[in-house]
């Protein structure tokens, strides 16, 4: 079975950094996604397999979306941390692409999911 494993969530106060690592192999579209308290999936970022990357208009400028193949990990710097990022976050993955050439953030576009993993931002 295929999994992915995230970590590197944990507690941070706002305007603070973090990184969120997702182990696992590479897909065609890769994306994290953010579920705030008593909230549904939101996406805040993609890559898909060739390095084409989409990012939320509520995290540009703040997060990024990487890859290291070498070590069969998606990562996710999260800079300017806001008391609103605070939730769990998932590492989530798709063999085809929903949107061409780009990788959406829908979370029925992906079928396979990692267990998640904490950020929480005090103001």
């Known amino acids: 079975e295929v999994q992915l494993v995230e970590s590197g969530g944990g507690s941070v106060p706002a305007g603070g950094s973090l990184t969120l690592s997702c182990a696992g192999p590479?897909?065609?579209?890769m994306a994290w996604f953010h579920q705030a308290p008593g909230k549904g999936h939101e996406g805040v970022a993609s890559r898909n397999s060739n390095g084409a990357i989409t990012y939320a208009d509520s995290v540009k400028g703040r997060f990024t979306i990487s890859r290291d193949n070498a070590k069969n990990t998606l990562y996710l710097q999260m800079n300017s941390l806001k008391p609103e990022d605070t939730g769990m976050y998932y590492c989530?993955?798709?063999?085809?692409?929903?949107?061409?050439?780009?990788?959406?953030?829908?979370?029925?576009?992906?079928?396979?999911w990692g267990q998640g993993t904490q950020v929480t931002v005090s103001s």
């Open positions: 989530a993955a798709a063999p085809y692409s929903f949107m061409g050439p780009l990788c959406g953030h829908s979370p029925g576009e992906y079928n396979t």
């Open positions: 590479v897909y065609t579209c």
